[in-house]
């Protein structure tokens, strides 16, 4: 990649020449009572689908992440900025009787409401669950919680406090340290996935019987389900995982081995492809030896197996052994950065970066594509009450919500 690729990458990286449409979700539109993290991603994703967002944030602070920096964009913080991009804002306090109605309004005539406040606070205001099916039956109403609505109601829900609670942090770090939460608020990043699966499948089930529903998810919940093969491993022996760095519990060698250089991350998932590894290695006779045949006693020898790799691999460098490799069917990777992992993403055609305009910095666009015509170029992350005007404006008569409002004067 270029200095000016890497100045002004979006240039050199969106989807070109792609015919534009309305998007699958187009005609739905949502109500966005949520913050942070996992609610926002999920609203996000559908307006890049297609959908209609108006976010819904506090007078006078909005989201919380709105001040999360450094780093700072020319309107916001980074942070809130790739969580919001396609959606409308309107500023209202629920606790004003004029601005409860306008709430009020917008429920009534949404197809879908998200929402992550603590269980109980909407209720006061009319808006939970059962008040918000009072006003429109057929909404699809999307709560996200830290710990759920029963006993862990009143237990806030951050991201590294579920890591901790729900054990990720346990299996995360090197073996004789202390236990690490990951690079990423990744708990929120599954949860707003799994809210998103559940809204549509609420929709599908509405054009069935009329009805929406309400979908419920947590942290800890996703978190559980996200755990896949640790939670099993401990259901199925009682015993608890155990970090154990980039090693894997149940397959080996499947960590980073040394070269010349640096850190290989290698996957070998079967004993076809260690066999093809050790010979690239210049190691044939490894795979004979009945430590080391089966991938059952690779495990049960991964040290001694380590060992002999590294001892192999430090003869060359990672970018040496790294295509060789990979032509020999072997899974593997140099151990990049976020600028380099953005330079791959690039190279392989993948068109990871999308262009919002309006003197936004680049953002990473959704992950899904779909064939014909793709959704148009999203709106910019809003500024604060950005929409407020002609939100205000059409929930005071009837019509459908214009699709690029005017910003309202108090925008800035």
């Known amino acids: 990649m270029s200095e000016h690729q890497r100045e002004h990458p979006a240039e ?81 306090d629920l606790a004003d009787p004029a601005d409860r109605e306008v709430a009020t309004e917008l429920v009534r005539r949404a197809d879908v409401l998200v929402e992550n406040f603590r269980p109980g606070v909407l209720a006061r205001h009319g808006l939970d669950y059962d008040g918000a099916r009072k006003l429109n039956p057929r909404l699809v109403y ?74 419920e998810v947590s942290l800890l919940t996703s978190l559980l389900g996200g755990l896949a093969n640790q939670v099993s491993a401990f259901l199925t022996t009682g015993e608890a995982p155990v970090r154990m760095g980039n090693r894997h519990p149940s397959i080996a060698p499947y960590e980073t081995l040394r070269c ?34 089966a991938n059952a006693d690779r ?15 430090a003869a060359r460098g990672v970018r040496e052994w790294e295509p060789e490799l990979a032509a020999a069917g072997i899974a593997c990777a140099r151990v990049n950065d976020i600028p380099a992992a953005v330079e791959l993403a690039v190279e392989l055609g ?36 950005q929409h407020g005007d002609p939100i205000r404006a059409w929930l005071r008569s009837p019509g459908p919500f214009p699709d690029r409002p005017t910003p309202s004067e108090e925008k800035r």
């Not at 050199?12 to 942070?36: I, K, N, W």
């Not at 830290?146 to 579920?162: H, M, R």
């Not at 010349?260 to 044939?284: N, S």
């Not at 495990?299 to 691999?313: G, N, P, T, Y």
């Open 12 to 92: 050199h990286a969106r989807v070109r020449d792609q015919p534009t449409g309305d998007g699958p979700l187009a005609g739905l539109l949502v109500a966005d009572f949520s913050r942070v993290l996992a609610g926002p991603l999920t609203t996000m994703t559908m307006a890049d689908l297609g959908a209609t967002v108006i976010k819904v944030e506090r007078p006078g602070e909005g989201d919380d992440t709105r001040s999360w920096g450094p780093p700072w964009t020319a309107r916001s913080s980074s942070y809130f900025e790739c969580l919001n991009r396609g959606k409308h804002s309107i500023a209202l």
């Open 142 to 215: 999307a709560s996200i919680s830290g710990f759920g609505s029963a006993a862990g109601a009143d237990l806030p829900g951050y991201d590294f406090v579920a890591q901790a609670a729900g054990g990720l942090m346990s299996i995360t770090g090197a073996a004789d340290g202390d236990p690490m939460k990951v690079g990423v608020a990744l708990v929120d990043v599954l949860t707003g996935k799994d809210a998103l699966i559940g809204i549509l499948a609420a929709l599908r089930g509405r054009r069935l019987t009329g009805e929406g529903g309400h979908v």
């Open 260 to 293: 010349a250089d640096g850190l290989l991350a290698v996957a070998v998932g079967t004993d076809a492809q260690f066999r093809r590894f050790a010979e690239v290695l210049g190691l044939p006779g490894l795979a004979g030896d009945p430590r080391f045949a």
């Open 299 to 313: 495990v049960a020898h991964r040290a001694e197996l380590a060992e002999r790799l590294e001892d192999a691999l």
């Open 350 to 385: 993948l068109a990871p970066l999308l262009d919002v305009g309006d003197g936004h910095p680049p953002q990473v666009r959704s992950p899904i594509t779909f064939s014909g015509a793709a959704p148009g170029p999203p709106l910019p992350p809003p500024d604060l009450n």
